[in-house]
């Protein structure tokens, strides 16, 4: 079952849409990778023109994050 994210949990597969003449843009993030190739076979069942491709992000990005997590902050 999907989850909804929450402020401060990191979703590392990221749902990427490519459309002509436009610059590829994140459109959702799953906490696996299951979820996130689910979601990319709908939508490529809905949007024929645009390109859906998958991204791992395994980095925690925000400062918060990394201070949970007992890392120094660079």
């Known amino acids: ?3 909804i994210p929450q402020q401060g949990q990191h979703c590392p597969y990221l749902v ?3 459309f002509p ?4 843009q994140v459109i959702g ?3 696996n990778q299951i979820d996130a190739q689910t979601h990319i076979r709908f939508l490529k069942r809905r ?3 645009g390109s859906f491709f998958l991204v791992y992000d395994p980095a925690v990005t925000d400062a918060e994050g990394l201070l949970k ?3 120094p902050v660079e």
């Open 1 to 3: 079952m999907n989850q």
């Open 16 to 18: 990427v849409a490519a």
């Open 21 to 24: 003449d436009r610059i590829p």
């Open 29 to 31: 993030r799953t906490y």
């Open 47 to 49: 949007l024929q023109h």
């Open 69 to 71: 997590q007992n890392k």
